[in-house]
Structures are given as C-alpha cells and as structure tokens.
C-alpha cells in the first residue's frame, strides 16, 4: 500500500497541477504517515494515554509552523 | 532488569511506561524537525522561485530509491518486533539485519546524491534552499546512523538470547524511533524533491 501511494506521489510530481502539487503530495505523504503510525507503530491498538502522546506533538508542531508564519506574513516593517 | 530500590515494578506497568516514555520523546524529535519545517515553509513563501528552480538539482528517483528503502525496512522492523513478541529470536535477527542493511543503503545513495552536489558545486551555503535541503537531510541521516547503532545493540542482544516473548520492550522501542525515522523522510521527500 504504502509503495503503492509513494509511487503515486512520484508521478504526480511530474505534472504540473499548479497549486495541487503541493496538496496532493502533502496528503499522500499524511496518509502514508497515517498508515505507519497506525500499523507499523502499532498505535492502532494502543491505549488512550499513547494516542494523547502521540497527538499533542503534531498539536505543538500546528502552533509552531502556524504561528511563526503568521508572524512573518503579518509584519509591517520589512525584514 | 535490577531495580534497586527495592521495590519490583510490575514487568506489564514497567512495559507500558517505557513505551509512553518513548512516545514522549519522539515527540521531541517531531518538535526538533518541526523547527526546521518551519523554516522551511517560511523561506519557501518568501522565495518560491528560488525553492522551485534549484529543487530540480535534486535527483528525485534517488530520493524515490530512498523512501522504497526506508519504508520496506519499516515493515522488516514491524515483522521483527512481532517475532520477538512471538518469541522467534531467530526470526527477529535476521530482520533486525535487514532493517540494518538498509540503513545503510540509504546513507549509501545519500553518499552518492551529495558527492554528486559537491561535485556540481553545490554546498551548504549555496543558497537558502541548499542550506535547508543539507540541514534536513543532514540532520536526518545522524538519526538514521543513531537508529543503526540502536537496532546494532538490539541485534547483539537478541543473539545473545536476551529477549523473548516475556521481555521484548526494547526491541519494541527500537522499533519506534527507526518508524520515526521513516516517517520523517515520508515528509521530507516531498517537500525537497517533488513539489515546485
């Protein structure tokens, strides 16, 4: 499967879709992270405790990303 | 393992806790990449041309290679942690060995993409994108080699007969960070080679 989605990724790169590119690839990349998460890293059948553990990083990596972009976009004086 | 502070830790809370203990700091190393992805997506914004032109320095059926390698040596690390939990020491050092070799066919065709890049001229301080480019990959290629060196020991112990179906929790945790590794590189390969 997850072969399967890598060669897709792969492909689509080559043509140019404008904006999608960026869409699709990133998509297929969560839905192959899902997958080794859930199955590889066994937290499908893991505890409540351990999904939390494993959710609040990508809470944390949200704020990061977003917020340290909405910084530099919404500044005033040139930098 | 000795406790000794006297008091025995029940071996399935003891299990559980060193797991939650490795979830908490591959959280740390998802916050560690997570600094240079947002570099990345800033200077992307600000520069797209630049990210788009010079991307396609980049070899994209090597980094293809790469993700084919990291992700089969996944599912040999899964099957490997399984056995151990099954108790067939065997089974999980041969798997164990495969998860290794690939590791290092990844720094093999990594070796092989840089020397190409030195050989074009092309450093670290080429540009904002080549600067991004040889700090993730760079940075993730040390943890490839920490994986290595990790999943080494747990061989030469599973050798050594010291796990088994009881006992297989740092195999387990093992197992964990090298998936962190392939799940990271599922993330960078898209982001440096394939999109424009």
């Known amino acids: 499967m997850l072969m399967i989605l890598t060669a897709i990724t792969v492909s689509v790169s080559y043509v140019d879709v404008g904006i999608f590119n960026i869409i699709v690839a990133m998509s297929v990349a969560s839905v192959k992270a899902t997958l080794v998460a859930l199955f590889f890293m066994h937290l499908k059948f893991e505890d409540r405790i351990t999904w939390a553990f494993a959710i609040f990083p990508l809470v944390l990596l949200f704020l990061l990303i977003g917020m340290t972009i909405l910084d530099t976009f919404t500044r005033i004086f040139p930098v | 393992m000795d406790h000794s502070h006297g008091h025995q830790m029940d071996p399935g809370e003891a299990y559980s806790t060193s797991k939650l203990g490795m979830w908490l700091f591959l959280g740390t190393e998802i916050m560690l990449f997570g600094g240079l992805f947002a570099a990345y997506a800033i200077f992307r ?28 040596s996944s599912m040999t690390m899964a099957i490997g942690v399984t056995a151990i939990q099954r108790g067939k020491q065997k089974l999980t050092s041969i798997m164990l060995l495969i998860t290794i070799l690939c590791g290092f066919a990844f720094a093999g065709v990594k070796y092989v993409e840089y020397g190409a890049k030195f050989s074009h ?16 990959t760079g940075l993730h290629m040390l943890h490839v080699f920490i994986g290595i060196a990790i999943l080494s020991t747990m061989l030469v112990l599973t050798m050594k007969g010291k796990f088994n179906q009881k006992y297989s929790t740092p195999v387990e945790l093992g197992g964990l960070y090298w998936h962190l590794v392939d799940l990271i590189w599922i993330y960078l390969f898209p982001l440096l080679y394939l999109i424009g």
Request: proline content about 5%.
């Open chain 2, 121 to 136: 001229h092309i450093y670290p301080d080429t540009s904002i994108f080549f600067s991004l480019y040889f700090m993730l």
């Open chain 2, 45 to 72: 914004s600000k520069y797209p041309e630049m990210f788009l032109e010079q991307h396609r320095e980049l070899n994209r059926e090597m980094g293809a290679i790469n993700t084919c390698i990291l992700i089969f």
